[in-house]
Each structure stands twice: as C-alpha cells, then as structure tokens.
C-alpha cells in the first residue's frame, strides 16, 4: 500500500488516507451565507470522491470581513442548522470536514459589509478608499468572534476548524510587517505579530476543548516587499505549536504578490508541482505537529515522494478537485496519471457570475464533437 493511503490521526481525528481538500471560495453560499444544497453537494462529492479530509470554504467569522459573494458565514447562530446538514450530510458519506474560520480584512468586499474594510493598520499608500484601522477593542471582539465561530462549527457537526492566516486576509495582515504597522504590543517583531493568533488559538481551545482539532493555514512567505519572511513564519509557527496548534498547513503568498509568487497557473509538469516544498523541508527541521502542504499538487509520484521524504505529512489540493471530485478514488483504484486540472484558473469565473465554481475547460471538452 502506498504512504498516501495509510490511515493517521490529527488530535483523535481518524483521517483514511493523506490528501486533503484544500478550501477556497466556492461561490456556492446564499446571499446571507448559509449553507445550499449545491454547497452541501460539492461537500458530499468530495467525501464520496475518497478526500480524506475536506476543508470548508473560508467562512466568514464576522459580517464586516466578508471577502465575496455567495460565501459561506459562521458569524451567526442562525447558520448552524444548515452547516449541521451539510456535516451530516458529508458524515454520511464517509468523509471528514473541518471549517476554515476567516476574516478578510483589507480584502473584504464594502459593498457587501456596508463599512470600511477592517485593517490591522491604515497608511497612505494601503488603499485609495477609507480604512478602519482595528483598536484593541476591535481587536479583544475579534478573538471572540472567532472563539464563538469555532463553538458553532463544533454545535454544527464539523470534525475541527482552521484558522486562515495565508493569502492577505486579516490574520495574515498581523504577521506581514508590509501590513502590520502598528505602534502597541501587536507590531514590531515577530512575538508581537503573532499575539493575535495566541489569543485566538487559546479563546478557541477554551470554547471547544481539548480534544477537538484545532489547525492553521499560514504563508511560508508572502512574496511582496517587506512582507512575512520563512525565518519569521516558521518562527510564528514554533509559538503556535508550544500553544497547542494540532496542525499547519503551509501556503504562500497574498492576493498582491503578483509575479513575486509561484505561478499558480500552467502547472503540467512534476517541476513545476509543490511549489512550497523547500518551505515546507525547512519547516518540518522545526516544527513537530503535521504539515499540511499546498501549493501546485497535481501528480500522484510528487505526492508519494513528498510524504515519503518526510517533506510534509498530508497533500493539499483544491483546483484539482473542482475538476474530479473523485481523483482520489481513481488514484486508489490504480490509475495514477495526473490530475486532469489544467490549472488554467477559468473555474472562477462562474463563481462570479453567481453559478458557484465548476471546471469550464472541463464542460467545454464534454460538448466537443466527437
């Protein structure tokens, strides 16, 4: 039997393989952000298609960090009958899902939250729209909206939470001193950035317990000038496992990188995969709770010898899986070509439309002439 497919656990978490649905925006949500029957299918195809574990769209923990439309929300008890629906409905078919808990911060949508994005400081420079730059009171309500959206995922069924601290968003913001530049005990070096995410991590564990999994999603970099660093990130990270963190999964980059990032397009060869790798090798010398890598995984051989040399304990995807839900039932069954994902970033454009995220390319070669 391949590594890829041995059984493990993440704190009493029985996962049965090692690939996990990385999440994203679906686009699949109502206007209010409750859960679909559209949005619990794409969930129960995931769980049915053999992912060991199904990361949740980043759902939005307060309603003033929004990112889009159509996403899914955790910022109120009123959501969690549905979110229990789709629980159930992905325990039913066999799967594992763990709610990613987010806010957007700089990037949240105004037009949707009907304030000033939220930001961890304001500068000239940063936008060219108004800012509400976070005061510690904003800051001591945010480490409870996120206390109290972990206690609704665990009312709700969910098998554990993820705190999203990659790409941009908020959290992401504190750690990044090309954003962070504040002048109390929350800027400066690497021990003030993370604070916010202690605080978060010890509300959340105080609201859900011990034994429920606890992960984070952080940028090993996030290419921009000045911004977070690997020494600095893996830094963040050591503190976050001495606190208790269950597991790391480890991205890059934020939604301005632009060419200082990997390329998330054009992935068709095994070089370009796993961009992440050399990131996630220095991290695992340091850190001593499973790595989740993300970041361009497309064949099952690059998966296979990543988690066999010791790089990174799970394998992350998420485009690959718009594509084929059940790419992991098919690697299992013996057919071990790559995933058909042609990593060609049309699957968004749907979701903007309002249709929910789906393979374009993919419907456009079902309807070729034959």
Same mark, same amino acid.
């Given at each position: 039997?391949?590594?890829?497919?041995?059984?493990?656990?993440?704190?009493? +978490?029985?996962? /049965?393989?090692?690939?996990?649905?990385?999440?994203?925006?679906?686009?699949?949500?109502? !206007?209010?952000?409750?859960?679909?029957?559209?949005?619990?299918?794409?969930?129960?195809?995931?769980?049915?298609?053999?992912?060991?574990?199904?990361?949740?769209?980043?759902?939005?923990? /307060?309603?003033?960090?929004?990112?889009?439309?159509?996403? +899914?929300?955790?910022?109120?008890?009123?959501?969690?009958?549905?979110?229990?629906?789709?629980?159930?409905?992905?325990?039913?078919?066999?799967?594992?899902?763990?709610?990613?808990?987010?806010?957007?911060?700089?990037?949240?949508?105004?037009?949707?939250?009907?304030?000033?994005?939220?930001?961890?400081?304001?500068?000239?420079g940063l936008s060219k729209s108004p800012r509400h730059e976070?005061?510690?009171?904003?800051?001591?309500?945010?480490?409870?909206?996120?206390?109290?959206?972990?206690?609704?995922?665990?009312?709700?069924?969910?098998?554990?939470?993820?705190?999203?601290?990659?790409?941009?968003?908020?959290?992401?913001?504190?750690?990044?001193?090309?954003?962070?530049?504040?002048?109390?005990?929350?800027?400066?070096?690497?021990?003030?950035?993370?604070?916010?995410?202690?605080?978060?991590?010890?509300?959340?564990?105080?609201?859900?317990?011990?034994?429920?999994?606890?992960?984070?999603?952080?940028?090993?970099?996030?290419?921009?000038?000045?911004?977070?660093?690997?020494? !600095?990130?893996? /830094?963040?990270?050591?503190?976050?496992?001495?606190?208790?963190?269950?597991?790391?999964?480890?991205?890059?980059?934020?939604?301005?990188?632009?060419?200082?990032?990997?390329?998330? /397009?054009?992935?068709?060869?095994?070089?370009?995969?796993?961009?992440?790798?050399?990131?996630?090798?220095?991290?695992?010398?340091?850190?001593?709770?499973?790595?989740?890598?993300?970041?361009?995984?497309?064949?099952?051989?690059?998966?296979?010898?990543?988690?066999?040399?010791?790089?990174?304990?799970?394998?992350?995807?998420?485009?690959?899986?718009?594509?084929?839900?059940?790419?992991?039932?098919?690697?299992?069954?013996?057919?071990?070509?790559?995933?058909?994902?042609?990593? !060609?970033?049309?699957?968004?454009?749907?979701a903007l439309e309002g249709k929910g995220v789906y393979c374009?390319?993919?419907?456009?070669?079902?309807?070729?002439?034959?």
């Open positions: 039997m391949s590594v890829l497919f041995k059984t493990s656990e993440i704190n009493g +978490m029985k996962l /049965s393989n090692r690939f996990v649905r990385s999440a994203t925006w679906e686009g699949m949500a109502a !206007d209010d952000g409750s859960v679909t029957p559209k949005l619990t299918r794409t969930m129960v195809d995931l769980a049915e298609g053999g992912v060991g574990l199904i990361i949740s769209g980043h759902a939005y923990v /307060s309603q003033e960090g929004q990112a889009g439309p159509w996403q +899914m929300g955790i910022y109120t008890d009123e959501l969690i009958d549905g979110l229990k629906s789709m629980t159930d409905a992905v325990h039913n078919a066999g799967g594992k899902i763990v709610a990613q808990l987010a806010h957007a911060g700089h990037f949240a949508i105004k037009e949707l939250t009907k304030q000033p994005p939220h930001v961890v400081s304001n500068f000239d976070l005061t510690k009171e904003d800051i001591q309500n945010l480490v409870r909206a996120y206390a109290k959206a972990a206690q609704r995922a665990k009312t709700a069924g969910f098998d554990g939470v993820q705190i999203h601290s990659a790409h941009g968003y908020l959290l992401s913001q504190f750690l990044s001193p090309a954003y962070n530049r504040r002048k109390d005990n929350y800027d400066g070096a690497i021990e003030n950035r993370v604070r916010i995410h202690l605080e978060i991590l010890q509300a959340i564990r105080q609201a859900v317990g011990s034994d429920f999994p606890i992960l984070i999603k952080i940028n090993c970099e996030d290419f921009i000038d000045n911004g977070l660093s690997l020494k !600095d990130s893996i /830094s963040a990270s050591k503190m976050l496992t001495d606190a208790g963190i269950d597991a790391i999964e480890l991205s890059g980059g934020t939604l301005s990188s632009g060419k200082l990032s990997p390329s998330r /397009s054009g992935i068709n060869k095994e070089e370009k995969e796993a961009y992440f790798k050399e990131a996630a090798a220095a991290y695992k010398k340091e850190i001593h709770v499973p790595l989740i890598l993300v970041g361009g995984n497309r064949s099952f051989s690059v998966a296979e010898q990543t988690i066999e040399s010791g790089t990174a304990d799970y394998i992350s995807m998420c485009r690959p899986f718009i594509r084929e839900p059940g790419l992991i039932n098919r690697w299992q069954s013996g057919d071990t070509s790559p995933a058909r994902c042609k990593s !060609d970033n049309l699957c968004f454009g749907p374009v390319t993919d419907e456009l070669e079902k309807t070729k002439p034959s």
